[in-house]
Each structure stands twice: as structure tokens, then as C-alpha cells.
């Protein structure tokens, strides 16, 4: 709307009844006085949601994951095989590896030791770019520092350079410099800490999710020894709960796990629980690309259930919500299966392709893929997101899958039937749903009978 006398002016638009008279209502002063900075490790402690998901169960064994890979980097790195975790009696968590230790020389821009740096300050560390590894889990720097912001204490111990040294850290900062201490040829780093209960909703470690946790980091470092001791001698302090018999006293526990074969071990194990096989051999293909430090190893095998198991990791990291690495192994066996199909008539020209579904359906496989400079969504990193990975999986997928069906035709044969059966029954399953929804709708209206279904002998 616009005043008559200066259409070029707006006219004021009118105050609505229900808030004529009435002043606004006073709001809270915003000002430079209002934001606020804060430094270290403060922000860690005030929005822990954002480092490591949750302050829930979930929360808590993402802080002992976080220092579990950066033995796993070590690993990687081969410079360890050995890496020891240890749930302790009064509540602590302890993490022992035989790698090269965090360093201790002197940080030259901040003046003090490496091994304090890395624990007291956010995006300090070894992995970005600088040659520490070539290929790791970690690559923002904030692993470390977020345990030691979120644990009460933190004891860091490290051999190296021919001797042991440690350093102790309360609430995140140090109580005292950096020690030396007796002379030692062993090299390897210790971290041993106590989450806060002011922060996590339970300090309880389940050993069940640990340990299943490790079995895979083990599974996917062929060669690795990885092991998880249990201290606590009490039922409650593991399930928060007394045993269905009353009796809150158990032994401790230790597993150990270490696999020759790496995934295709994995995948084996995965399928024991599944009944039988289509097929009586572990696909294990893989594929590298010096030049762009880049390498992926597949292995899969279908059974005869009816749920998909792929499951995918980015340098030994459970990549839950998938990515760009799993995207280029699920299109490329979707073409494959298709074209070999196609290819060896167990397709009809006049069948339609076999929908990526129908061709998971009952397959377990394992995708682990190993990246120079991998590109997360999150501090969690639950999802890649390096496009060249998609392309590579994709190529190496295709070849090598599509020579290992031509030099195995029965088992291939096998494995294209499973796959039709199961567009077989998707079809047959959805008709019939039609059809009681057809029926439903027309025996709940009135219609005449010349509308009625054709009925035929």
C-alpha cells in the first residue's frame, strides 16, 4: 500500500488490535559484554556433544576409542603390534602400545614438550601432513586433548629416546613438567585416565562393547595383537546391576585378539552366525594406488539369510553411515552382477535388471579402505566423504570381482540365482500387497456390480 499523496512512499502498515497499546516486551541486553570466549580446553568441557557424540554410554567409550587409534595409527604406521587396553579396578582406563612413542623434545611456537602440547591443546598433533604417518585414523588433532578435558585426571607415560618419561594432568592442565625417569630400550606410549561424572551419565565401561570394538580393529590390521583386561571383580561395575543369581562377585577377564587373514577372517566369523553359505569361498579382492596413497580390501561372502551386512572402515574407523567408499562398491556390484548375468543368460533379455537390494540381499562383506588425507563428516567420523574414493572402489570392485566370477563360474552361478530369487520374491511380495489393497478398497465401497473384478475359470 501506498500514501495517495506520494505514491513513492509506503504507507505505515497498520497495527494489528491485539497488540495496539502495548509496549514490547523487555528482552535481555545484547552486547559485546554478552559473547563469550573460551579458551583451551574449555569449549570441550562446555559442548562435549560436539567431540564425541554424546555424554551418554555412547560418549564415554568414544573417548577410549579415540586413544585406541591413535595405537591403531601406529599400527598403520608399522611401527607397533601390540596394544594393550586395560579396564582398571578404581574406574580408570589404561591404553599400552609398543609403537615410537609421542614425542617429548620441545615444541619450538609453544616452549614446551610435545607430549604436553598434544594433550592440552585443541588441533596439535603429528597428522597433518608434516610425514609423522602417511596413512591414520586421527587427522584433527583434538583426540587426545578432548580425553584429557573430559576425564579428571590423565596420567601419560612414554618410552623413548632410551628412557621413560611421564606427565600427569588434573582437569586438563599439567600438575608438574615433564619427568624423566629410569633408562629403558622399550619404546611405546601409555595413557591411562578417569572420566569425569560430572560430565558422562555413567563411568561404568561396558567389556562387551569394548571388546567387540577391538575384534574388528584387530580384524582389520591383519598380524595386530590387541587385548582388553577387565580389573573390576564386580558384576556392577559393568552392568550397573547384581547378576540375575544375586552374587555381584566375578573374576576378571581377558581377551586377545589377533587374525592372520584380516577381513576375510571377519567375514567368516560375521556368516557363522548366519546359517549356511551360497557360496563356499571368502571373496578377498584389493586394489592400491601409490601415488594418491590410496587402498581399499574387500572381502564378502553371501548367505542364505535375507539381511545385508556391508559394513565399511576408512583407516580401521567404522564408517557407520557409510560414504563415498561404500557408494562406489555398491554401484559397481550392481553393474557386475547385471552384466554377468546378462552376459551368461541367466537373465532373460525381457527380465528387468536386478535391483541392488535383490543382489545384497544375504551378502556380508567387509570394505576397508586406507587413505593418506581422509575427509570426515564430523569429529565422530561416521561417514567418508573423499570423492576419488567412490571411483577407486568403484574401478577396483568392477575388475577384480568380474575376473574372480570368470575364473569361479559355478560359484558366480550361485550367487546370480540367490540374487533373482530374491527380485523373485520382492515382485510376487508386492503384487500381493496390491492385490489385498485392491481388495480392501473395493469391499469397503458400494459399487455396482458391472464395476466389480473380472472373475474367469
Keep these: 500500500m501506498t500514501d495517495p499523496g506520494n505514491p513513492t512512499v509506503p504507507t505505515p502498515a497498520a497495527v494489528p488490535a491485539s497488540l495496539a497499546g502495548k509496549s514490547p516486551a523487555p528482552t535481555p541486553s545484547y552486547d559485546a559484554n554478552t559473547i563469550s570466549v573460551l579458551d583451551g580446553l574449555d569449549a570441550v568441557r562446555k559442548r562435549p556433544g560436539m567431540y564425541i557424540g554424546s555424554t551418554g554410554e555412547r560418549g564415554l567409550h568414544h573417548l577410549v576409542q579415540e586413544v585406541v587409534d591413535n595405537s591403531v595409527d601406529e599400527a598403520l604406521a608399522g611401527v607397533a603390534d601390540t596394544i594393550a587396553v586395560t579396564i582398571l579396578a578404581d574406574g580408570g582406563l589404561q591404553v599400552a602400545d609398543n609403537g615410537r612413542g609421542i614425542p617429548i623434545d620441545i615444541v619450538a611456537s609453544r616452549g614446551k614438550p610435545a607430549l604436553e602440547v598434544v594433550l592440552t591443546v585443541l588441533h596439535a598433533g603429528g597428522k597433518f601432513g608434516s610425514g609423522g604417518y602417511a596413512v591414520s585414523g586421527g587427522l584433527h588433532g583434538v583426540g587426545l586433548s578432548v580425553v584429557n578435558a573430559l576425564s579428571t585426571r590423565v596420567s601419560a607415560e612414554v618410552r623413548k629416546d632410551g628412557f621413560r618419561w611421564s606427565q600427569d594432568f588434573k582437569a586438563g592442565a599439567p600438575t608438574a613438567p615433564l619427568a624423566r625417569h629410569e633408562a629403558t630400550a622399550a619404546t611405546g606410549t601409555t595413557i591411562t585416565f578417569w572420566a569425569d ?150 537373465l532373460r533379455e525381457k527380465d528387468d535388471n536386478l535391483a541392488g537390494d535383490d543382489i545384497r540381499e544375504g551378502l556380508t562383506a567387509i570394505i576397508s579402505v ?9 569429529q565422530t567420523k561416521t561417514k567418508l566423504g573423499n570423492t576419488e574414493a567412490k ?33 523373485t520374491a520382492r515382485v510376487a511380495a508386492r503384487k500381493a500387497r496390491d492385490l489385498t489393497r485392491r481388495k480392501g478398497l473395493l469391499e469397503s465401497a458400494s459399487l455396482p456390480g458391472k464395476l466389480s473384478d473380472c472373475q474367469s475359470n
Design 370 to 378: 586406507k587413505l593418506g588425507e581422509p575427509q570426515f563428516e564430523g
Design 197 to 346: 561424572d560430572n560430565i558422562f551419565e555413567t563411568t561404568a565401561y561396558s567389556f562387551e562393547t569394548l571388546s567387540r570394538r577391538f575384534q574388528e580393529v584387530a580384524f582389520l590390521n591383519k598380524g595386530l595383537t590387541i587385548s582388553l583386561a577387565d580389573e573390576r571383580t564386580s558384576a556392577r561395575a559393568t552392568t550397573g546391576a547384581e547378576s540375575a543369581d544375586g552374587d555381584t562377585d566375578r573374576p576378571a577377564r581377558t581377551v586377545t585378539y589377533q587374525y592372520e587373514e584380516g577381513i576375510a577372517d571377519f567375514v567368516t566369523h560375521l556368516n557363522s552366525r548366519k546359517g549356511e553359505t551360497v557360496h563356499p569361498t571368502v571373496i578377498s579382492i584389493g586394489g592400491s594406488d601409490p601415488e594418491r596413497t590410496l587402498s581399499v580390501e574387500i572381502a564378502m561372502q553371501w548367505n542364505t539369510g535375507y539381511n545385508e551386512g556391508v559394513y565399511s572402515f576408512a583407516n580401521a574407523i567404522r564408517t557407520h553411515d557409510g560414504g563415498t567408499h561404500e557408494e562406489g562398491f555398491r554401484t559397481a556390484l550392481t553393474a557386475l552382477v547385471n552384466k554377468y548375468a546378462r552376459d551368461k543368460k541367466l
Design 391 to 423: 571411483s577407486f572402489v568403484q574401478r577396483v570392485t568392477y575388475e577384480l570381482l568380474s575376473d574372480w566370477f570368470d575364473r569361479n563360474p559355478v560359484e558366480a552361478a550361485d550367487i546370480v540365482r540367490k540374487s533373482i530369487q530374491a527380485a
